[in-house]
């Protein structure tokens, strides 16, 4: 089993949908919960950080995090067709060498 | 605007000719980080530095080497590139190592040819 595992899609979504994006964990020692987009031939974007369990919304994104169930989530609200993209999720413990652990991300694709 | 800055965008080098990779940063970060990342995969770290101190992923092969001779630069040499080695190359600093996040340069596309 992978440390985190994250459906590589594509996700295909009408303009103005909304959009949840997800990822499982197996290591409970993951306490930061990060959220990357990355656009086609760039790097990537980071769109959320959140530490721990709870919510936090910017914009139109919300970051979710479940510790108890291991399970971080990300929604888009009205998606836009620029929000295509592939969507990586990301996570690490605190202490030591910080080295996240990535996702192999999702492709997102918003359709006019 | 303080960023990470990776030239070239695009490098094209042909088998077996050593290429190199570099990274610019204006943030100030202790952490630099190169990742190799292929096509519908996550990244994956092939070392980082913690100010001087090198770090090395135990599956980086012996072809890939890194130098940062100062705060502000990294670079990332292939000695002898195959054609599994092509792919977008990611740089990365962080502020600390203690959970800060990443901030991304916009990649080198590496083709071999």
């Known amino acids: 089993q992978k440390e985190v595992e994250q459906d590589p899609g594509p996700l295909s979504v009408p303009e103005g949908a909304i959009v949840s994006l997800n990822c499982t964990y197996s290591?409970?020692?993951?306490?930061?919960f990060m959220w990357y987009r990355q656009y086609s031939r760039k790097g990537p974007e980071l769109l959320m950080y959140?530490?721990?369990?709870g919510n936090k919304e910017d914009g139109r994104f919300t970051a979710q995090v479940d510790k108890s169930s291991k399970y971080i989530s990300l929604f888009i609200r009205d998606s836009q067709p620029s929000d295509s993209a592939t969507y990586l999720c990301a996570m690490g413990s605190r202490g030591g060498s910080y080295i996240p652990t990535f996702g192999r991300g999702t492709s997102l694709i918003v359709h006019p | 605007d303080a960023m990470v800055i990776q030239n070239p965008r695009y490098q094209v080098t042909q088998f077996g000719k050593p290429v190199t990779l570099s990274c610019s940063q204006t943030l100030n970060h202790n952490v630099m980080y190169w990742y190799q990342q292929k096509s519908s995969q996550a990244p994956k770290l092939l070392f980082h530095y913690y100010d001087k101190d090198f770090n090395n992923e135990a599956d980086t092969p012996d072809n890939f080497q890194s130098r940062r001779p100062n705060t502000s630069f990294c670079f990332l040499d292939i000695r002898s590139p195959g054609l599994g080695d092509a792919a977008m190359y990611l740089c990365a600093t962080s502020l600390t190592g203690g959970g800060s996040p990443l901030h991304f340069g916009n990649g080198t596309r590496l083709t071999v040819t």
């Open positions: 959140t530490y721990s369990s």
């Open positions: 290591n409970s020692a993951f306490q930061y």
